[in-house]
């Protein structure tokens, strides 16, 4: 999947690996039984319920979509160590600056900042990714539905609007 980054972004969502079906399908997210372009929508992040294959629109919301293992797809606990290559994606995120990056499940989260995913709680985290703010968010994934809870994506959500001053659903960044 390409990465749809450029500079002056609000918020990069970070993914792990594409689902089969998201790299069959070559879109983000593609998975009717996932839940992450309602979830954007709803909590207000975009201003419509955006399909898989528009995910290169995100940008004009302020929002960059890359995963930590670009060269695989599938399930997270089928990934090979060697999938994950958290020294790329933070080379991604010191040349595109944004100022917020969210974890779209604990465990890209803890390959990239090395940290065992049992401690790491959703929401804002107290360090910091090539000067962005981190979150880590509940995954949208059906694999995750027991775990899904909307909280810290409406709390993700209200910080977004925060930092652009107002609408969260607001065009541009």
Request: without cysteine; charged residues 20%.
């Amino acid at each position: 999947m390409p990465d749809v980054l450029r500079g002056g972004l609000t918020l990069v969502l970070v993914g792990t690996a594409p689902s089969r079906i998201s790299a069959a399908q070559r879109a983000y997210y593609a998975n009717p039984a996932n839940k992450f372009w309602r979830t954007l929508h709803v909590v207000g992040l975009t201003p419509r319920q955006l399909a898989p294959q528009e995910y290169a629109a995100v940008t004009r919301y302020g929002i960059g979509l890359t995963d930590v293992a670009k060269r695989h797809s599938g399930v997270d606990a089928a990934l090979p160590g060697e999938a994950w290559r958290p020294d790329e994606l933070r080379a991604r995120l010191a040349r595109y600056r944004p100022r917020i990056v969210a974890f779209t499940s604990k465990r890209g989260a803890s390959e990239t900042l090395g940290i065992p995913t049992a401690k790491l709680p959703y929401g804002l985290q107290d360090q910091r990714l090539e000067g962005a703010e981190v979150w880590v968010l509940p995954s949208t994934s059906p694999l995750g539905h027991n775990h899904f809870q909307l909280g810290p994506w409406q709390e993700l959500a209200a910080r977004v609007a925060e930092l652009r001053g107002g609408s969260s659903r607001q065009e541009g960044s």
